[in-house]
């Protein structure tokens, strides 16, 4: 099969977990003999056609005040005006249609696959439907419902979405009705997007899968330092600031590993220069982060918004590694309190504190959640995911009647 995958960003330009599924999809997909090419985005001027993986990838700059992947810089200091004037234009930005559009006209794909698409503008999937190519979308986040991308406001549930969300949920709603099935990989949040865009007819559940093989760990030693990772972005609304507090929690020989980069960057290096327990890694690759995990005895994840299927919580459970998280959004479908992990409040520091203790001081209950949580991986392997989306990609192939 012959398929596109869109994707605003993909390797080696990381900011969460969904440019990573995206690239784990296009590789498997490439080794069981389809005919794969990715299409994403880049800085102006920088634009190019390389080969990664045996996947071929097309990169090109969608027309707009800025590169979307620049805002997620440590220093950036963009302001509400230009940041609304940039979301103006990638609501329905032509230009960047136009791109893809040639794209499409020279790869002539099958189905096409697209998964976050912000600075791509929605634009590109009239493209598609223009050329009755099919259109698979993946919703890894909340950005066609929420102009914040998030589902909350001063880190609390927005229950109810506001006046400018709701023109902004209905905008999209029109833009996906190109679309011919939606997909997520939470349940949570695949229903808000049943709702929000009236897709409950063409929306399903695929859940993420990585490329490993679970590990099941020994049992951790009696008596050993604990040792915690927290490994993201270094935002507030992903509990990066409550990181200082749960630090002080923590028993003296304990030690909590940072790894990512942010705006709350500065905020960590002081709290690090004064209290050695606290060791910062900044964003780390592949293997540097699995190292991490094969050390760590916990995942913190204290997030603060509606989380929607955090990649990093299956990363840790395929190593064997539990997770200490914030009961909010799509977690509780994966972590299970006292069976792969433990929950506790959205902004609760002293509870993760707590949490973290209880693992260390109980050995069985850290052997029993790190058994767990290597179960609970085998539900999220590529083969899983990868043969989902095959059969999705015939099934659109099929309700548009263009398949053979």
């Known amino acids: 099969m012959r398929v596109l995958i869109a994707s605003n960003f993909y390797p080696p330009y990381i900011v969460g977990g969904a440019e990573l599924i995206a690239a784990h999809l296009a590789n498997w997909l490439t080794k069981a003999g389809h005919d794969i090419t990715v299409v994403t985005t880049c800085d102006s001027g920088s634009g190019s056609e390389d080969c990664i993986d045996g996947v071929r990838v097309i990169r090109y700059f969608p027309p707009n005040l800025w590169w979307n992947f620049e805002r997620f810089a440590a220093n950036d200091r963009r302001g509400r005006l230009a940041r609304a004037r940039w979301r103006l234009r990638d609501y329905w930005n032509g230009a960047s249609a136009r791109y893809f559009r040639n794209i499409l006209q020279q ?49 609390a549930d927005c229950a109810k979405p506001c006046r400018v969300c709701k023109l902004h949920g209905r905008w999209h709603a029109a833009c996906a009705s190109s679309v011919s099935l939606i997909c997520s990989p939470s349940q949570f949040v695949g229903d808000r997007h049943a709702l929000a865009l009236g897709a409950s007819d063409r929306t399903l559940v695929v859940p993420n899968g990585l490329p490993e093989d679970p590990v099941v760990r020994l049992p951790r030693p009696p008596g050993r330092p604990l040792e915690l990772l927290y490994l993201g972005q270094l935002r507030r609304e992903k509990g990066a600031h409550l990181l200082p ?12 590993h940072v ?19 606290m060791i910062l890694h900044g964003f780390v690759g592949r293997e540097a982060k699995y190292g991490l995990l094969d050390r760590a005895d916990a995942l913190l994840f204290p997030s603060m918004w509606t989380e929607n299927a955090p990649v990093v919580l299956v990363e840790a459970f395929m190593h064997g590694v539990p997770a200490i998280a914030s009961a909010i959004g799509a977690i509780p479908e994966f972590v299970e309190h ?21 693992i260390q001081d109980n050995v069985a209950l850290a052997a029993n959640l790190s058994q767990g949580a290597s179960k609970t991986a085998s539900r999220f392997t590529i083969d899983v995911m990868g043969q989902r989306y095959l059969a999705l990609y015939t099934r659109s192939l099929e309700k548009t009647g263009t398949g053979k």
């Open 107 to 155: 790869v002539r794909p099958e189905v096409v696959h697209t998964h976050n698409i912000k600075g791509m503008s929605p634009a590109i999937w009239r493209e598609s439907r223009r050329m009755g190519i099919p259109i698979v979308h993946t919703a890894h986040d909340y950005h066609l419902i929420c102009r914040l991308g998030t589902m909350s406001r001063q880190e």
């Open 245 to 256: 507090e749960i630090l002080a929690g923590l028993p003296p020989d304990a030690r909590l």
């Open 259 to 277: 790894a990512g980069a942010g705006v709350l960057i500065g905020e960590l290096e002081k709290v690090a220069a004064g209290d050695p327990r």
């Open 338 to 358: 006292a069976v792969n992990g433990l929950l506790v409040e959205p902004g609760d520091a002293a509870g993760f504190a707590r949490a973290a203790c209880e």
